[in-house]
């Protein structure tokens, strides 16, 4: 994934030709876009290599199960198109070099999460976050979900990790995350959803967004 505005758009709709047609509007100032089952559900798995016309496709299943069901969840994602694909890391080691061992076949890249951006994730990820995050670095995975809400914990992952793994961050907009304070704080991307699919021009919403990125990279270079 070639790292340009660092956003990444987060397309929790469930119509496909609203979907394309956000894809298609904001593009220019995303780096990957990320899908879920919201979208996949209601349009079917197709819809991901349609997508992946505009950008990289990060499937967003959380995959979480014993490692049989993992590698094969993580076979019709990367058959169906997609780039990367976002995995939990709960289950345990063995279930995430499933994941890891399928996108190593295809050359496709794994994101384990470490915490989740909402407030309960803090209840019971954030004190196991650290201890996947090691366990994520250590199977060879590409990247880790880390909150936009909580850019302390965005911190503190990359200090485990270095400059080893990536950083993606959910939380950014409507949910209260700034993505200046997280791109501060180490991620290499910040995600967006409601903020930009939900506004009245997706493609500003987004080019205000991947300005405040670029003035935050700028300022620290």
Do not use: C, H, N
């Given at each position: 994934m070639e790292k340009k505005s660092c956003m990444i758009l987060a397309l929790d709709v469930s119509d496909r030709e609203e979907a394309l047609k956000i894809a298609?509007?904001?593009?220019?100032?995303?780096?990957?876009?990320?899908?879920?089952?919201?979208?996949?559900?209601?349009?079917?798995?197709?819809?991901?290599?349609e997508l992946a016309e505009f950008a990289p496709i990060i499937a967003d299943f959380k995959v979480a199960d014993i490692p049989n069901t993992n590698r094969l969840i993580c076979e019709q994602v990367f058959e169906a198109g997609a780039e990367a694909v976002i995995a939990q890391g709960f289950t345990g080691r063995d279930s995430l070099d499933a994941c890891i061992e399928v996108a190593s076949e295809y050359r496709k890249d794994v994101f384990v999460v470490s915490e989740m951006s909402h407030p309960g994730g803090a209840e019971f990820l954030q004190p196991v976050g650290e201890a996947i995050t090691?366990?994520?670095?250590?199977?060879g995975a590409f990247g880790l979900v880390a909150p936009a809400t909580r850019p302390e914990r965005v911190k503190a992952i990359r200090k485990i990790i270095g400059e080893?793994?990536?950083?993606?961050?959910?939380?950014?907009?409507?949910?209260?995350g700034k993505a200046s304070d997280v791109?501060?704080?180490?991620?290499?991307?910040?995600?967006?959803g409601r903020a930009i699919y939900k506004a009245e021009s997706p493609r500003e919403a987004a080019r205000k967004i991947a300005t405040e990125i670029e003035v935050e990279i700028k300022g620290e270079n």
């Open positions: 298609e509007d904001v593009s220019e100032f995303v780096d990957a876009i990320k899908v879920g089952y919201p979208l996949i559900l209601a349009t079917g798995l197709g819809i991901i290599r090691r366990m994520a670095a250590e199977a080893k793994l990536t950083i993606i961050s959910p939380g950014v907009g409507a949910q209260g791109i501060a704080a180490g991620a290499d991307w910040v995600i967006v």
